[in-house]
């Protein structure tokens, strides 16, 4: 089986900063990509940014020039600094790593972690 766990939540004032981390563990042969989605009270899960198993990295508008992902493909684990942060990233995010796993050939398993709350609040 396959875990992803997230790391550095927690409560910060507008305009600080935080860093997430997500590490996938398990019968791993290879990761496709990884990403961070986020999901607000009464509000759908969206996306925030992911990185693929080349570098390239995509974001959504509202946090661009502001977050940044990066990715160490030796240890499985992708981080999300966020910077600049507003009252309207208050929201649990969540991490998802696509995974071929060990002797399941190329299929690619999409799992999530159970969400780190970051609220943004002065």
């Known amino acids: 089986q396959v875990q992803v766990v997230e790391s550095g939540g927690g409560l910060v004032q507008p305009g600080g900063s935080l860093r997430l981390s997500c590490a996938a563990s398990g019968s791993i042969s290879s990761i496709n990509a990884m990403g961070w989605y986020r999901q607000a009270p009464g509000k759908q899960r969206e996306l925030v940014a992911v990185i693929i198993s080349g570098g390239s990295t995509n974001y959504a508008d509202s946090v661009k020039g502001r977050f940044t992902i990066s990715r160490d493909n030796a240890k499985n684990t992708v981080y999300l600094r966020m910077n600049s942060l507003k009252p309207e990233d208050t929201a649990v995010y969540y991490c998802?790593?696509?995974?071929?796993?060990?002797?399941?050939?190329?299929?690619?398993?999409?799992?999530w972690g159970q969400g780190t709350q970051v609220t943004v609040s002065s």
């Open positions: 998802k790593a696509d995974v071929k796993r060990t002797g399941w050939g190329n299929s690619v398993f999409r799992y």
